[in-house]
């Protein structure tokens, strides 16, 4: 992050339009933004909790046949698993709906933080794409001394870069937004390959069964209130994380 912005500003952005003008001055404000926005999700999705199994949990067997669903143990932990839950081999516990464990923010990615890390890949990849699009108007409206060395070694090094985190982290974006709109799980959706396969192969149709609809899919992960969709501290409508309304199809 220091890195990208840094180049951005006092490379790139200064030498293309200049920080005390007021369009370089806006540029400026705006990459701010977002790096600030990256940063803030970014700390709250690796310091919170993903979601630990409540102690006090005890798998209803009556509701979980009544929704198809098989109440699980976990022989590590020594506890029943809640439906979507899975063990960490990294943290060495349950986490409630694990999508993944991330090498990024050094924390498994759950039911309590998944906002959070949704909101710091948006911000992150905004903030990529818009310091890529900085790096082209500088190099492509600008001239440059690309006679020295060193000037050629940082516009390849970081346009390489840009590209780069622009493009892995804009997959990313656009996957977890699938993701996000299926209300689906990354482990999830690796069951669901083989689970569609068999529907095909039995003349059936599959659907995610926990696939409520975009805008509810949507409203379960980000909130019901839209204007604090972006915000990563606002998960008050957050559960216990050891039920999930299901589809009726």
Not at 3 to 13: E, N
Not at 70 to 94: A, E, G, I, L, N
Not at 217 to 229: E, K, R, T, V
């Amino acid at each position: 992050m220091a890195l990208v912005y840094y180049s951005t500003l006092f490379v790139f952005l200064d030498h293309w339009l200049g920080l005390a003008t007021p369009a370089g001055a806006a540029h400026a404000a705006a990459i701010s933004l977002a790096v600030a926005a990256c940063f803030l999700a970014f700390v709250c999705a690796a310091a919170a909790d993903p979601g630990s199994v409540p102690s006090s949990f005890a798998p209803d067997a009556e509701a979980a046949q009544g929704q198809g669903l098989k109440s699980r143990y976990c022989d590590k932990c020594c506890v029943f698993k809640p439906p979507r839950s899975h063990h960490c081999k990294v943290c060495k516990r349950c986490v409630l709906k694990m999508d993944h464990h991330c090498v990024w923010i050094n924390n498994c990615v759950g039911y309590a933080n998944y906002k959070a890390f949704i909101i710091c890949v948006l911000n992150a990849a905004i903030g990529s794409l818009y310091s890529f699009v900085i790096f082209l108007c500088d190099l492509l409206l600008k001239e440059h001394e690309f006679d020295i060395l060193y000037v050629k070694l940082v516009y390849i090094l970081s346009g390489v870069l840009l590209f780069l985190l622009s493009l892995t982290i804009g997959s990313l974006l656009c996957w977890h937004i699938y993701l996000l709109c299926h209300n689906m799980t990354t482990i999830e959706y690796r069951e669901a390959v083989r689970a569609k396969w068999l529907a095909k192969k039995s003349g059936q149709k599959y659907r995610h069964r926990f696939d409520l609809g975009m805008r509810k899919n949507i409203q379960m992960i980000l909130g019901p209130n839209i204007l604090c969709w972006l915000c990563p501290t606002a998960t008050g409508h957050l559960k216990n994380g050891t039920e999930f309304q299901i589809t009726n199809n």
